[in-house]
C-alpha cells in the first residue's frame, strides 16, 4: 500500500544543509496500524508531509495506493491525495463553523451534493461518538471532542490512509486513551491504514502493529511492537521502552537495593504474551524452594500481546538459584541477571 525506496529530504537554508529524511525505506501494508517515533527533530514531520504530499523528495520514490507520489503530475497528485487524509495535533478546525459544517466542508469543496453530505455527516458523527453535538462550535468542544471531529471530517472523502500527526499530544491521558480507542475501532470496522508519528510510546504501545524508530533523519529500528518492546536493540528505542515499562522509582530501587541488601541475586525478568499469564512464578518458589522479593513489576498490553517486566531479589542456596533462573529461561521468560551476592 505505502513503499518508501531510497527516500531523502534535503533542505538547503542560508546557512546549512539539513538532511530531514535520510535514505529512508519503508513498506506499510494495507490495513496496518504503523506508528513512527522519535524525539523533537528526527525527522518526523518532515517524513509525513512527504507521505501526503505536501514535499516533494530530494531523492527516491513514494508510492501509496498506486501513485508515484515523487513523480505524478499535479492533476494526479491531487487525485492521489483524495486517498490520503490528515489529523492534526491542534485540530485545525474551521472555528466559526459547527461540528457539522466542518466534517461536510471536504465535502462541499469536492462538490458533493447537499443529500449525500448531510448523509455522510450523520454517519461519520454517529461513528466518532459526537450525535447530539452536530449543531456545537469547536469553542464549545473539548478537546477530545474537538479531536473528533478533526478524525471525521479526515474521514469524510473515504481516505485509503489516514496520517496523524500528533493528534493526542494535545490531550491529558484519559482522553488521549479514548481517541487511541477511537482509531483502533475505525482500523477495525473500516480497514483502512494508519500511520500515526508521536514522541509517546505509550501510543506506539496502545494501538500500533509496527512500529519505526527514527533518530537524526534515519529509520534506525522497525519491527512489530511487542517484539521491539520485547527486545529493544538500539539505545534511542531502549529509551522509548522504559518511558513504559520503567517507573521513576526503578533506579533508585536498584541503587537502594544493591548498596543495602547484599543478599541474593537480582533479576529482571521479561514476560511476553501468555507467559504474563501463567504461574510461572509460584511454580518457581515451589519447585527450587527459594524465597522471593518483589522490587518492581508492570505489565503493558499491545496489539501483538502483554508485555511483563518484574524485578526479583532471589534469595536461597546459590546453586537453587542458578536452577531456578534457568527453569524461568526454559519457561520462555527472558531474564538479566543484574546483581550478585
Ligand atoms: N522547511 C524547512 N527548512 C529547513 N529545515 C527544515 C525544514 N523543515 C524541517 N527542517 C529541519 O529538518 C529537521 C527535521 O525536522 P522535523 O520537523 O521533520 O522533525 P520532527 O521529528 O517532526 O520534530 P518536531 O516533533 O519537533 O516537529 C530539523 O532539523 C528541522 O529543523
Given at each position: 500500500m505505502i513503499t518508501l525506496t531510497d527516500v531523502n529530504k534535503i533542505f538547503d537554508?542560508?546557512?546549512?544543509?539539513?538532511?530531514?529524511?535520510?535514505?529512508?525505506?519503508?513498506t506499510i501494508g494495507n490495513s496496518e496500524i504503523f506508528g513512527i517515533i522519535g524525539y523533537s527533530g528526527a525527522g518526523k514531520s518532515t517524513l509525513i508531509r512527504l507521505l501526503n504530499g505536501l514535499e516533494k523528495p530530494t531523492s527516491g520514490q513514494?508510492?501509496?495506493?498506486?501513485?508515484?507520489?515523487?513523480?505524478?503530475?499535479?492533476?494526479?497528485?491531487?487525485?492521489?491525495?483524495?486517498?490520503?487524509?490528515?489529523?492534526?495535533?491542534?485540530?485545525?478546525?474551521?472555528?466559526?463553523?459547527?461540528?457539522?459544517e466542518n466534517i461536510a466542508f471536504p465535502l462541499e469543496i469536492a462538490g458533493v451534493s447537499k443529500e449525500k453530505r448531510d448523509k455522510k455527516v450523520a454517519e461519520l458523527v454517529e461513528l466518532v461518538g459526537l450525535a447530539g453535538r452536530e449543531d456545537a462550535y469547536p469553542a464549545q468542544l473539548s478537546g477530545g471532542q474537538k479531536q473528533r471531529v478533526g478524525i471525521a471530517r479526515a474521514l469524510s472523502n473515504d481516505p485509503e490512509v489516514l496520517l496523524c500527526d500528533e493528534a493526542t499530544s494535545a490531550l491529558d491521558p484519559e482522553t488521549t486513551d479514548s481517541i487511541l480507542d477511537l482509531l483502533t475501532a475505525i482500523n477495525d470496522k473500516l480497514g483502512l491504514t494508519i500511520v500515526l508519528i508521536t514522541h509517546e510510546m505509550h501510543v506506539i504501545r496502545k494501538i500500533c502493529h509496527r512500529v519505526a524508530v527514527m533518530e537524526a533523519g534515519k529509520i534506525v529500528e522497525i519491527g512489530n511492537v511487542l517484539d521491539v518492546f520485547q527486545s529493544p536493540k538500539e539505545q534511542i528505542t531502549k529509551r522509548f521502552v522504559s518511558q513504559i515499562t520503567q517507573t521513576a522509582g526503578t533506579e533508585h530501587a536498584l541503587q537502594h537495593l544493591k548498596?543495602?541488601?547484599?543478599?541474593?541475586?537480582?533479576?529482571?525478568?521479561?514476560?511476553?504474551?501468555?507467559?504474563?499469564?501463567?504461574?510461572?512464578?509460584?511454580?518457581?518458589?515451589?519447585?527450587?524452594?527459594?524465597?522471593v522479593n518483589i522490587v518492581q513489576g508492570d505489565i503493558s498490553h499491545t496489539k501483538g500481546g502483554a508485555y511483563g517486566t518484574l524485578l526479583l531479589q532471589l534469595i536461597g542456596d546459590k546453586e537453587k538459584v542458578t536452577s531456578a533462573i534457568e527453569f524461568l529461561h526454559n519457561e520462555g521468560v527472558q531474564t538479566e541477571v543484574i546483581g550478585h551476592d
Amino acid at each position: 500500500m505505502i513503499t518508501l525506496t531510497d527516500v531523502n529530504k534535503i533542505f538547503d537554508t542560508a546557512t546549512n544543509r539539513i538532511t530531514a529524511v535520510d535514505n529512508v525505506n519503508l513498506t506499510i501494508g494495507n490495513s496496518e496500524i504503523f506508528g513512527i517515533i522519535g524525539y523533537s527533530g528526527a525527522g518526523k514531520s518532515t517524513l509525513i508531509r512527504l507521505l501526503n504530499g505536501l514535499e516533494k523528495p530530494t531523492s527516491g520514490q513514494i508510492n501509496i495506493a498506486g501513485h508515484e507520489l515523487a513523480t505524478v503530475s499535479a492533476k494526479e497528485l491531487r487525485e492521489a491525495r483524495q486517498k490520503i487524509s490528515m489529523v492534526f495535533q491542534h485540530f485545525n478546525l474551521l472555528w466559526s463553523r459547527t461540528v457539522r459544517e466542518n466534517i461536510a466542508f471536504p465535502l462541499e469543496i469536492a462538490g458533493v451534493s447537499k443529500e449525500k453530505r448531510d448523509k455522510k455527516v450523520a454517519e461519520l458523527v454517529e461513528l466518532v461518538g459526537l450525535a447530539g453535538r452536530e449543531d456545537a462550535y469547536p469553542a464549545q468542544l473539548s478537546g477530545g471532542q474537538k479531536q473528533r471531529v478533526g478524525i471525521a471530517r479526515a474521514l469524510s472523502n473515504d481516505p485509503e490512509v489516514l496520517l496523524c500527526d500528533e493528534a493526542t499530544s494535545a490531550l491529558d491521558p484519559e482522553t488521549t486513551d479514548s481517541i487511541l480507542d477511537l482509531l483502533t475501532a475505525i482500523n477495525d470496522k473500516l480497514g483502512l491504514t494508519i500511520v500515526l508519528i508521536t514522541h509517546e510510546m505509550h501510543v506506539i504501545r496502545k494501538i500500533c502493529h509496527r512500529v519505526a524508530v527514527m533518530e537524526a533523519g534515519k529509520i534506525v529500528e522497525i519491527g512489530n511492537v511487542l517484539d521491539v518492546f520485547q527486545s529493544p536493540k538500539e539505545q534511542i528505542t531502549k529509551r522509548f521502552v522504559s518511558q513504559i515499562t520503567q517507573t521513576a522509582g526503578t533506579e533508585h530501587a536498584l541503587q537502594h537495593l544493591k548498596a543495602e541488601s547484599s543478599e541474593g541475586t537480582l533479576v529482571k525478568l521479561v514476560f511476553v504474551g501468555d507467559r504474563t499469564e501463567q504461574p510461572v512464578l509460584s511454580t518457581m518458589i515451589r519447585r527450587f524452594n527459594i524465597d522471593v522479593n518483589i522490587v518492581q513489576g508492570d505489565i503493558s498490553h499491545t496489539k501483538g500481546g502483554a508485555y511483563g517486566t518484574l524485578l526479583l531479589q532471589l534469595i536461597g542456596d546459590k546453586e537453587k538459584v542458578t536452577s531456578a533462573i534457568e527453569f524461568l529461561h526454559n519457561e520462555g521468560v527472558q531474564t538479566e541477571v543484574i546483581g550478585h551476592d
